[in-house]
């Protein structure tokens, strides 16, 4: 026999095409038989669980267009209220320099009222 270097395989026997002994040929063809089912079952599997990811898939892209829509008018709602809550803010001042001009209009009439009564 040639000589090996450490690690390497032992040549291969030599192929042969008699079939082993002792090997029933109906049990091959059944393990076969079998393989080539739980193959096609596999398959079929794969095939079912790529549709479901293409319809996760889509279904995902929908949510995340959904989501962009409601951030997108989230962010108009906070705009608006940003604005109304200035407006209000601006209302609210105008106003109370309204009351203050008011309540010096009715100092200035009470003291015009007192003046004329003390004549």
Do not use: I, Y
Not at 19 to 25: A, V
Request: with cysteine.
């Amino acid at each position: 026999t040639p000589e090996r270097s450490p690690g390497s395989r032992p040549p291969s026997p030599e192929r042969s095409d008699a079939p082993p002994p002792n090997l029933d040929p109906e049990l091959v063809r059944s393990g076969l038989r079998d393989f080539v089912q739980e193959l096609r079952e596999t398959q079929r599997e794969r095939d079912e669980v790529r549709a479901q990811l293409c319809a996760v898939s889509r279904r995902v892209g929908e949510l995340e267009g959904e989501r962009d829509a409601a951030q997108h008018k989230l962010s108009q709602l906070e705009k608006t209220l940003s604005h109304s809550q200035e407006g209000r803010r601006d209302v609210d001042s105008r106003l109370s320099c309204a009351l203050a001009a008011l309540q010096q209009q009715e100092e200035a009439v009470r003291r015009g009222e007192r003046e004329r009564s003390a004549l």
